[in-house]
T-cell receptor
Framework: DQQVKQNSPSLSVQEGRISILNCDYT??????FLWYKKYPAEGPTFLIS?????DKNEDGRFTVFLNKSAKHLSLHIVPSQPGDSAVYFC?????????FGAGTRLTVKP | DTEVTQTPKHLVMGMTNKKSLKCEQH?????MYWYKQKAKKPPELMFV???????INESVPSRFSPECPNSSLLNLHLHALQPEDSALYLC????????????FGPGTRLTVL
């Protein structure tokens, strides 16, 4: 039973435009959410997080939005750059450990 | 030092072999994790150590045996594996177990013949 879902396996965006990656979760006990980026042959790298007491968190070009009623979060990257091309994992945590989505492969074209 | 290191990067083993995966961090983190990741799937949690004690074992077969010799080191001992155990094995650490970011190593790509 996958509690964290990323329904888009891939996304292609033009350089300079906005990338929007989506994530849905089913467990209402999750209250801390994270996004990770993964390049080939490397482990996932932490990008940004958000607590359930907030609905938005921003860090430079990256913004995460949380809609608790819809059990949905999204990652916005503006402007997108070719170096952002990677697999992005959404993760959610309750009081113990994290569960990950299957990832979305983002390709940013020059 | 904000790095989690894992050795080896690649490992090929037969079903009768015994091998070990190693993980190390020097960030003073007190929680360490082993994940298994198959292609196009999310990382799946296998084991969690919190303050050097095994906190969770997600119903992992006994052919996988974790060990935490000290707060900086984590091992995964492998014995009598099956071909379906071939996967990327990721180690991670965090300041504490729970709601905080985990730092991942590059992983060990394991192939069981």
């Amino acid at each position: 039973d996958q509690q964290v879902k990323q329904n888009s396996p891939s996304l292609s965006v033009q350089e300079g435009r906005i990338s929007i990656l989506n994530c849905d979760y089913t467990n209402s006990m999750f209250d801390y959410f994270l996004w990770y980026k993964k390049y080939p042959a490397e482990g996932p790298t932490f990008l940004i997080s958000i607590s359930s007491i907030k609905d938005k968190n921003e860090d430079g070009r990256f913004t995460v939005f949380l809609n608790k009623s819809a059990k949905h979060l999204s990652l916005h990257i503006v402007p997108s750059q070719p170096g952002d091309s990677a697999v992005y994992f959404c993760a959610a945590s309750a009081d113990n450990d994290m569960r990950f989505g299957a990832g979305t492969r983002l390709t940013v074209k020059p | 030092d904000t790095e989690v290191t894992q050795t080896p990067k690649h490992l090929v083993m037969g079903m009768t072999n015994k091998k070990s995966l190693k993980c190390e961090q020097h960030m003073g983190h007190r929680a360490m994790y082993w994940y298994k990741q198959k292609a196009k799937k999310p990382p799946e949690l296998m084991f969690v150590y919190s303050y050097e004690k095994l906190s969770i074992n997600e119903s992992v077969p006994s052919r996988f045996s974790p060990e935490c010799p000290n707060s900086s080191l984590l091992n995964l001992h492998l014995h009598a594996l099956q071909p379906e155990d071939s996967a990327l094995y990721l180690c991670a650490s965090s300041q504490w177990r729970g709601r905080n970011e985990q730092f991942f190593g590059p992983g060990t790509r394991l192939t069981v013949l």
